[in-house]
């Protein structure tokens, strides 16, 4: 008992020390190109960019869509995420499917089914234009493409946060009386909280990156992934690299700060 007490106390074993530094490898590989766009960009030429103002029209048109796309994905996707996790029924398996089935979809691809089923000449797309919310060319375009790569991350992320929430809570505050409604905000949500946060900065960050679906639906406005895309096939390295820069920049910092929110 006292020598497998002592190989557990032991902070790296031969076993996680081979697997720590297999996994080194892979942190390594994903580490070394954010640190050589990093050094190689002049920061003249960043803060240069900054001064951009089809840059910086870019950056507000990238961050309003992902965080419009982010905020309607958490008010179908949140009810949506406990009801998959707390209810067996039929054809769940399927609908499981359907909500994951954009995450393995090329890019391109998605863009032409979102255009297909939305465009103005849709029936569906008819009605939204009517209200004034055409996606061809135009902002709401570019939050459709972000809402439908992005939404399936949030559902999964908070569907397994409620998983991991013990249904006695909510039993027992049933039986005090309180309605289901109730229960899920003062039980429920508060609980499974980390996880809808963890969701929606995942859900912000796939937004933010997309570009290939936005490309087909909604070229313009620009949007600052597109941006880097037209100058980089334009222009040549050069001059992508201090707008690629500055979204590295600004996604890490944001990144950082939700998930120092997260761990309080």
């Known amino acids: 008992?006292?020598?497998?007490?002592?190989?557990?106390?032991?902070?790296?074993?031969?076993?996680?020390?081979?697997f720590s530094v297999m996994g080194s490898l892979l942190i390594l590989a994903l580490l070394v190109p954010l640190v050589v766009i990093l050094?190689?960009?002049?920061?003249?030429?960043?803060?240069?960019?900054?001064?951009?103002?089809e840059v910086v029209?870019?950056?507000?048109?990238?961050?309003?869509?992902?965080?419009?796309?982010?905020?309607?994905?958490?008010i179908f996707g949140v009810p949506l995420a406990y009801v998959f996790a707390r209810?067996?029924?039929r054809l769940k398996s399927l609908l499981e499917s359907i909500v994951e089935f954009p995450i393995v979809v090329p890019h391109s691809v998605a863009g032409i089914m979102i255009l297909?089923?939305?465009?103005?000449?849709?029936?569906?797309?008819?009605?939204?234009?009517?209200?004034g919310v055409a996606i061809e060319d135009s902002f709401w375009g570019i939050t459709a493409a972000m809402l439908f790569v992005s939404a399936p991350i949030?559902?999964?992320?908070?569907?397994?946060?409620?998983?991991?929430?013990?249904?006695?809570?909510?039993?027992?505050?049933?039986?005090l009386g309180a309605s289901q409604l109730?229960?899920?905000?003062?039980?429920?949500?508060?609980?499974?909280?980390?996880?809808?946060?963890?969701?929606?900065?995942l859900t912000w960050a796939r937004s933010i990156s997309e570009v290939g679906a936005i490309l087909i639906i909604a070229p313009y406005p620009k949007s600052a992934a597109v941006l880097v895309l037209e100058r980089f096939e334009a222009f040549g390295l050069t001059a992508a690299k201090p707008l690629t820069v500055l979204l590295v920049v600004i996604s890490l910092a944001i990144f950082v700060l939700l998930?120092?929110?997260t761990k309080r």
Do not use: Q, W
């Not at 050094?39 to 103002?53: G, H, N, T």
């Not at 089923?117 to 209200?131: E, K, M, V």
């Not at 229960?183 to 429920?188: A, D, E, L, M, N």
């Open 116 to 131: 297909l089923a939305y465009h103005s000449r849709t029936p569906i797309g008819h009605i939204l234009s009517n209200l």
């Open 1 to 18: 008992m006292t020598i497998g007490c002592d190989v557990l106390r032991r902070p790296f074993p031969a076993f996680f020390l081979s």
């Open 39 to 53: 050094i190689s960009s002049s920061p003249a030429d960043v803060v240069k960019s900054l001064r951009d103002s």
């Open 57 to 74: 029209g870019a950056i507000i048109v990238s961050m309003s869509a992902a965080t419009l796309a982010t905020c309607i994905a958490l």
């Open 87 to 89: 209810k067996e029924f």
């Open 259 to 261: 998930r120092l929110i």
């Open 154 to 175: 949030l559902v999964s992320t908070v569907r397994a946060g409620f998983s991991l929430v013990d249904e006695s809570y909510e039993h027992v505050a049933r039986t």
């Open 182 to 201: 109730k229960v899920f905000f003062t039980i429920s949500l508060p609980l499974a909280f980390r996880s809808v946060l963890s969701g929606a900065i």
